[in-house]
């Protein structure tokens, strides 16, 4: 079996919060399979969802002193990669008009794209990104080079 990304499920402490931020402030539509309690979104081939923090962690068997405090950072980005640097200021700045603290402004990175950080209000850290070493493919994903 080959390993697959399909769901990126985010635990957050205010559900209500963090759907208006991804619905009403950066446009995702919530599929039908969506209800009170999770949120589901498709991103390309891969979904998103957003559930409560202390449910996911329940539900996966951590012991409740597993669970850092909220909005600390947990050594995971996320990335949307952009067609080009436009599209990443453009991220970069809707994604602030919805509510998310810009972590780091877009600028040239040291390997020759473009990048800069947000945090959603929930304290998720996403990168928008234009890597001109990358091909997107048909569903905005990234086109790698063949496995070495």
Not at 120 to 126: A, I, Q, V
Request: overall charge negative; hydrophobic content about 45%.
């Amino acid at each position: 079996m080959d390993l697959r990304l399909t769901v990126v499920t985010l635990g957050v402490d205010d559900l209500v919060r963090a759907r208006a931020f991804y619905e009403q402030g950066l446009g995702l539509q919530p599929s039908a399979a969506s209800d009170e309690h999770i949120r589901f979104y498709n991103c390309g081939s891969v979904v998103l969802a957003l559930y409560p923090r202390v449910a996911l962690a329940e539900d996966a068997c951590l012991p409740a002193g597993r669970l850092a405090p909220a909005g600390s950072f947990d050594g995971v980005t996320l990335a949307c990669n952009c067609a080009d640097r436009a599209e990443v200021d453009a991220l970069l700045a809707r994604a602030v008009a919805a509510g998310a603290r810009l972590a780091k402004p877009a600028q040239e990175a040291f390997w020759g794209g473009y990048s800069g950080y947000f945090e959603d209000p929930e304290g998720h850290l996403w990168e928008a990104v234009h890597a001109p070493c990358f091909e997107l493919n048909d569903q905005g994903g990234l086109a790698l080079p063949a496995p070495i």
